[in-house]
């Protein structure tokens, strides 16, 4: 990359980090349309790298609140789709298995002040097991 490049792409990642930070991953995704932005055209795009800048600002988001339901709603299904494309013998199968996992390294995000952890959980709980459970991804185990 040339400098100028870099220093825009640097100055880019900053701005949409402190959104983050400001808004939350629940606000900043709705905001986005995150879940149809990844799959416009109908394929997968190189819109999953902002899931890294989601995650590494999570931390600074004060006390915004989060819903593990959220997580089960959105944040899953994208996850599913992507270890649908790694299934399906495309060329590019690694790189969807590790964007699925990335979708789920947000998973401990929303775990620190989740709003309704006392109905979602029950739902939820039976999803993480099967995660955990799956050889295909033991580097879940981290993450959840």
């Known amino acids: 990359k040339s400098e100028p490049v870099t220093h825009i792409s640097m100055a880019f990642d900053k701005a ?35 899931v890294r800048i989601m995650r590494q600002n999570s931390q600074f988001s004060g006390t915004a609140q989060t819903s593990l339901q959220f997580f089960q709603d959105e944040i899953i299904p994208l996850a599913r789709r992507f270890d649908v494309l790694a299934k399906e013998g495309e060329k590019d199968t690694m790189v969807r298995k590790q964007q699925a996992v990335e979708f789920w390294s947000l998973f401990p995000s929303f775990c620190v002040f989740p709003r309704d952890v006392v109905t979602s959980l029950p739902k939820l709980a039976p999803v993480l097991v099967r995660a955990m459970k799956d050889r295909r991804y033991p580097q879940l185990l981290i993450h959840i």
């Open 16 to 50: 949409i980090s402190r959104v983050v930070q400001d808004s939350g991953i629940e606000k900043f995704w709705e905001r986005i349309s995150f879940s149809k932005l990844c799959f416009s055209g109908g394929s997968p795009n190189g819109f999953s790298w902002l």
